[in-house]
């Protein structure tokens, strides 16, 4: 999600504690992950330059759409006009609702498992601002080749423009020097969407060049890639869900007609019916009405709700809210 989860995270195994860094004197210094402390601030606020909320502002060619509609990826250059700074931006369409693509990027608690290299998240803080931008502060464990990183991360969430930024906490001090990032997923139709994504990280001294590789273009693809298959996988799942729920129904609907059919036919044959008028015919109508349907299956059910992402634990409360204009 954020720009060391997309990055780093692509190193697989690795058993040693140990980040590299400069000192002042200019030696090599090792400092395990546990460097990162939560009551001392970072040792700067900000040398990147942070993402705007809102739409990238990117145009793509007809030769762009042709390879996203074939389900590839795309990386495309965004160059910042105010400070002339370029960075890379990856583009992909996901066949999948915006809400179920957003519900796997906010579900932060389950990163450890979605993500290969994050060894573990836990969220700190989370604030629901007057403006409606909600924020959410967490711990990121993870770990790239042979070593580990412990860093904070802010992630400011606006539901209306369905997009995220993410920037360090500048409060506590991470391993890595700066992280600032983006998310935005533009809905297609009912079943897809258009995911953006961009991140920039700079490391703390001397980093091994193989770490360095893991920050550039596979990093960029990895990201959206784990997006793709969490979303596609949990979507499959809910039409899953909802093609038993609709048989269930029908289940349902089919054994109330019999049921009414089979109580109209008593009735009908009943030789005092004649005799008792107005009185019966009630009582016949109370009889159908009880046997049908007590509860409504509706297709609201298989809405996906966002549930993960502003929750203060692991189980129940809603995490966060989506707008539909």
Same mark, same amino acid.
Not at 190 to 213: E, F, H, I, L, N
């Given at each position: 999600?954020?720009?060391?989860?997309?990055?780093?995270?692509?190193?697989?195994?690795?058993?040693?504690?140990?980040?590299?860094?400069?000192?002042?004197?200019?030696?090599?210094?090792?400092?395990?992950?546990?460097?990162?402390?939560?009551?001392?601030?970072?040792?700067?606020?900000?040398?990147?330059?942070?993402?705007?909320?809102?739409?990238?502002?990117?145009?793509?060619?007809?030769?762009?759409?042709?390879?996203?509609?074939?389900?590839?990826?795309?990386?495309?250059?965004?160059?910042?006009?105010?400070? &002339?700074?370029? +960075?890379? !931006?990856?583009? /992909?369409?996901?066949?999948?609702?915006? #809400?179920?693509?957003? %519900?796997?990027?906010?579900?932060?608690?389950?990163?450890?498992?979605?993500?290969?290299?994050?060894?573990?998240?836990?969220?700190?803080?989370?604030?629901?601002?007057?403006?409606?931008?909600?924020?959410?502060?967490?711990?990121?464990?993870?770990?790239?080749?042979?070593?580990?990183?412990?860093?904070?991360?802010?992630?400011?969430?606006? &539901?209306?423009? +369905?997009? !995220?930024?993410? /920037?360090?906490?500048?409060?506590?001090? #991470?391993?890595?020097? %700066?992280?600032?990032?983006?998310?935005?997923?533009?809905?297609?139709?009912?079943?897809?969407?258009?995911?953006?994504?961009?991140?920039?990280?700079?490391?703390?001294?001397?980093?091994?060049?193989?770490?360095?590789?893991?920050?550039?273009?596979?990093?960029?693809?990895?990201?959206?890639?784990?997006?793709?298959?969490?979303?596609?996988?949990?979507?499959?799942?809910?039409?899953?869900?909802?093609?038993?729920?609709?048989?269930?129904?029908?289940?349902? %609907?089919?054994?109330?007609?019999?049921?009414?059919?089979?109580?109209?036919?008593?009735?009908?044959?009943?030789?005092?019916?004649?005799?008792?008028?107005?009185?019966?015919?009630?009582?016949?109508?109370?009889?159908?009405?009880?046997?049908?349907?007590?509860?409504?299956?509706?297709?609201?059910?298989?809405?996906?709700?966002?549930?993960?992402?502003?929750?203060?634990?692991?189980?129940?409360?809603?995490?966060?809210?989506?707008?539909?204009?």
């Amino acid at each position: 999600m954020i720009a060391c989860v997309a990055s780093l995270a692509s190193g697989r195994g690795g058993v040693m504690a140990h980040a590299m860094r400069n000192s002042a004197s200019g030696g090599v210094v090792l400092c395990s992950s546990d460097f990162a402390q939560a009551n001392t601030p970072h040792f700067h606020k900000g040398v990147l330059v942070p993402y705007e909320m809102g739409p990238p502002s990117m145009l793509l060619s007809q030769s762009d759409e042709a390879e996203l509609s074939q389900g590839k990826p795309l990386m495309q250059v965004i160059v910042n006009p105010e400070t &002339s700074t370029r +960075r890379l !931006m990856m583009v /992909r369409n996901i066949p999948a609702p915006s #809400s179920v693509v957003l %519900d796997r990027i906010l579900d932060i608690d389950a990163y450890p498992r979605m993500v290969n290299g994050v060894d573990r998240t836990e969220r700190y803080l989370s604030v629901d601002h007057k403006d409606g931008i909600q924020e959410v502060r967490a711990i990121y464990d993870i770990h790239a080749l042979h070593m580990k990183f412990r860093y904070f991360m802010t992630h400011r969430y606006d &539901s209306a423009q +369905r997009c !995220m930024t993410f /920037r360090l906490d500048y409060d506590r001090r #991470s391993d890595i020097d %700066d992280s600032v990032g983006y998310w935005f997923v533009m809905p297609r139709d009912k079943a897809s969407c258009r995911v953006y994504y961009s991140c920039d990280t700079k490391m703390r001294g001397w980093v091994p060049g193989p770490v360095y590789t893991l920050l550039g273009k596979t990093a960029l693809r990895q990201a959206t890639t784990w997006v793709n298959t969490e979303a596609c996988a949990q979507w499959a799942a809910m039409q899953a869900e909802q093609g038993r729920m609709a048989r269930m129904r029908g289940a349902a %609907d089919e054994l109330s007609a019999k049921m009414r059919s089979a109580v109209r036919g008593m009735l009908e044959n009943t030789p005092e019916e004649a005799h008792r008028g107005g009185w019966f015919q009630r009582r016949r109508a109370q009889a159908v009405r009880l046997v049908r349907p007590l509860w409504p299956l509706h297709g609201d059910a298989f809405h996906c709700k966002q549930t993960h992402f502003m929750s203060h634990g692991r189980a129940g409360g809603t995490l966060f809210r989506e707008s539909h204009h």
